[in-house]
């Protein structure tokens, strides 16, 4: 069988893959069709992969992608809720990209084990963006790098965080902007996007009478757009 060509992969999951250190042992949760895994095989950057998902579906789409592009001596597909079924020395750097903020917080909440400051966690959360950097800084993970991308016309925010209490650094804005830096171009429409979001809700609060709430969202909103 010829080489298959070799694919490329979308802004989102490209970003994710730059911040995966090279030589290490990657664990993708929730790799779906294994594309971040297969992706960083092909590019000799790890060492060995574990493409793990929830269903049995995603997997063997996993399985099949694998095999095309020949990576089955790097990239092995696991049927694992979360982290269950991975163990420490398996995983360095551990991916989990395209989930909810909240699933992230009870995959990360189940596997103690990447409470050691040699781990890295690189999370792509499609929603509860804030309900993550809170719990991650009230667990003692600190962020190292956030990086914002648009893909197809959506903004998306990669963390990169790792177990570190003494690092853990938080203000007003930290749940709402995390490390992002407004003065990017990324990062400044991420955050404007953030900006809708929350001035909508200032205003429902408002509206239902949430006065003092709302004023205090209000303030946040003036101080994230001073940083714009
Ligand atoms: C939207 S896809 C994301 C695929 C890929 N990571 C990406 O970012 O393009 C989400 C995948 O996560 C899987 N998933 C959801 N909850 C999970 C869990 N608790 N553990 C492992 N996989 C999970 C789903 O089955 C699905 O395949």
Known sequence: MGLHPLFTLGPRLQLCASMVRKNVKLADVGTDHAYLPIWLAKKAIISNAVAADIRQGPL???????????????????????????????????????????????????????????????????????????????????????????????????????????????????EYIGMLNPKKQADREYVSRVLVSLSKKARGMEISGKNREAQKLYNIIDNIKSKV
């Open 60 to 174: 063997e789409k996993a399985k099949d992608n694998i095999q095309r592009y020949h990576v089955q001596d790097t990239v092995t597909a696991r049927l694992s809720d979360g982290l269950n079924k991975i163990s420490p020395n398996e995983a360095d750097d551990i991916v989990i990209a395209g989930m909810g903020g909240e699933m992230i917080n009870k995959i990360i909440e189940n596997a103690k084990w990447l409470k050691d400051s040699n781990k890295r966690l690189i999370l792509q959360p499609m929603t509860s963006v804030p309900e993550l950097r809170k719990y991650l800084a009230e667990n003692g993970f600190a962020l190292l790098k956030e990086q914002a991308v648009i893909d197809e016309n959506h903004a998306y925010t990669v963390i990169l965080s790792y177990y570190n209490p003494k690092l853990i650094k938080t203000d007003e804005l930290y």
